[in-house]
T-cell receptor, first 113, second 116 residues
Framework: EPEVTQTPSHQVTQMGQEVILRCVPI?????FYWYRQILGQKVEFLVSFYNNEISEKSEIFDDQFSVERPDGSNFTLKIRSTKLEDSAMYFCAGKGGPDTEAFFGQGTRLTVV | AQTVTQSQPEMSVQEAETVTLSCTYDTSESNYYLFWYKQPPSRQMILVIR??????QNATENRFSVNFQKAAKSFSLKISDSQLGDTAMYFCASNAGGTSYGKLTFGQGTILTVHP
């Protein structure tokens, strides 16, 4: 069964450093998302990506965040200068259509120290 | 904008019994979709069940069923014959149809513990 793959599973970084979280979505999916979940809290939407551009972003997704899908396969989330409060689980998700089931990756646990 | 509220932070149930998790939502959309996701200790998000708002019939998936009350904006999940493997965090979520690009809005989650 096809699945969404995220790497790394856990990343520890120093405050102020740049991190790139990587995702390989299911090949026939067209809609892509990043969500984050601070430990013990609910899952929050960060950004949606369709047709090679951002379609929607939340207020969390400020200038420090960026996404791209450079080769039509990998879907990345970059945080330019990490802050302690960026520590969270980051989930990538994909959909074949806007109203279909979202398939989630297993998440990347980001720890900023 | 959509909001989803789960008012039960924690629930517990004995193995083989039935438990119901509550969810209410608010939306201005006429076309929307509702979901229950399960997050076991591995933190993977797994779809449990999906309901289209335009369908009156409640969705069922094996031991999982929903009670969808559109007028009340309520979407509860019933788990029958609970199993130890059902222990997880359960999230209710919604997405607006149309031009929303399918983003999900999640509730706060309910931790379900199934006791042997």
């Amino acid at each position: 069964e096809p699945e969404v793959t995220q790497t790394p599973s856990h990343q520890v970084t120093q405050m102020g450093q740049e991190v790139i979280l990587r995702c390989v979505p299911i090949s026939n999916h067209l809609y892509f998302y990043w969500y984050r979940q601070i430990l013990g809290q609910k899952v929050e939407f960060l950004v949606s990506f369709y047709n090679n551009e951002i379609s929607e972003k939340s207020e969390i997704f400020d200038d420090q965040f960026s996404v791209e899908r450079p080769d039509g396969s990998n879907f990345t989330l970059k945080i330019r200068s990490t802050k302690l409060e960026d520590s969270a689980m980051y989930f990538c998700a994909g959909k074949g259509g806007p109203d279909t089931e979202a398939f989630f990756g297993q998440g990347t646990r980001l720890t900023v120290v | 904008a959509q909001t989803v509220t789960q008012s039960q932070p924690e629930m517990s149930v004995q193995e083989a019994e039935t438990v119901t998790l509550s969810c209410t939502y608010d939306t201005s959309e006429s076309n929307y979709y509702l979901f229950w996701y399960k997050q076991p200790p591995s933190r993977q998000m797994i779809l449990v069940i999906r309901q289209e708002a335009y369908k009156q019939q409640n969705a069922t998936e094996n031991r999982f069923s929903v009670n969808f009350q559109k007028a009340a904006k309520s979407f509860s999940l019933k788990i029958s014959d609970s199993q130890l493997g059902d222990t997880a965090m359960y999230f209710c979520a919604s997405n607006a149809g149309g031009t929303s690009y399918g983003k999900l809005t999640f509730g706060q989650g309910t931790i379900l513990t199934v006791h042997p």
